[in-house]
């Protein structure tokens, strides 16, 4: 069975602060997809990484496929208030498309 | 464009009781995805489709749970006789393509599923 382990999985900040969440897994993945979620809302795609050491950046967001394509971590530097809501980490199967997602991290920025 | 919609949003019922959940997929979308969630939880896979043809059911909990897509496009999620713990958010995702290493899913809002 193919697990991904995120953490932490609550994060209260203050505004301004840098944070990393980590998305870990003993499976090797196709792809990693990062999705954001707001309250009352579906999850929303933010990044696909697909090559293991990839790094994509997305604004203030940078995130890290790991070489061995069994992990990754999203960076998030000088966080906003907005940037408040449940980040999960989804590993892929490019054959099928089906996506195994993490447990999510929380994250609360406050002003 | 449109996206991804359920009905109904919100549906409570009486334990043992049937229910039906409908998920209407983005327009043209192949592959559709069923997935339960709980509060500040990741979404847990039930089962998936491409085109009209259920591919895994690996993930429905026991065989009171069904799902059909019967002509490639909405898909109904059916529970029978329902019981207090399938109360959750049942999630439906669209997407455009069968595979492939940047396939997105667009997800619906969810029905949130109550079984007194």
């Known amino acids: 069975t193919q697990l991904l382990e995120q953490s932490p999985q609550f994060l209260s900040i203050q505004e301004g602060e840098n944070l990393t969440v980590y998305c870990n897994s003993s499976s090797v993945f196709s792809s990693l997809q990062w999705y954001r979620q707001e309250p009352g809302e579906g999850p929303v795609l933010l990044v696909t990484v697909v090559t293991g050491g990839e790094v994509k950046k997305l604004k203030r967001l940078t995130f890290q496929f790991g070489d061995a394509r069994k992990d990754s971590s999203l960076h998030i530097t000088a966080a906003q208030p907005g940037d408040t809501g449940l980040y999960l980490c989804a590993g892929g199967d490019s054959n099928t498309g089906k996506l195994i997602f993490g447990q999510g991290t929380t994250l609360q920025v406050k002003p | 464009g449109a996206g991804v919609s359920q009905s109904p949003r919100y549906k409570v019922t009486k334990r043992g009781q049937d229910v039906a959940l409908r998920c209407d997929p983005i327009s043209g979308h192949v592959s559709l995805y069923w997935y339960r969630q709980a509060l500040g939880q990741g979404p847990e896979f039930l089962t998936y489709f491409n085109y009209e043809a259920q591919q895994d059911k690996s993930g429905l909990p026991n065989d009171r749970f069904s799902a059909e897509r019967p002509e490639g496009s909405i898909s109904t999620l059916t529970i029978q006789r329902t019981e207090q713990r399938d109360s959750a958010m049942y999630r439906c995702?669209?997407?455009?393509?069968?595979?492939?290493?940047?396939?997105?899913?667009?997800f619906g809002p969810g029905t949130r599923l109550t079984v007194l």
């Open positions: 995702a669209s997407s455009p393509r069968t595979g492939g290493h940047y396939n997105e899913q667009f």
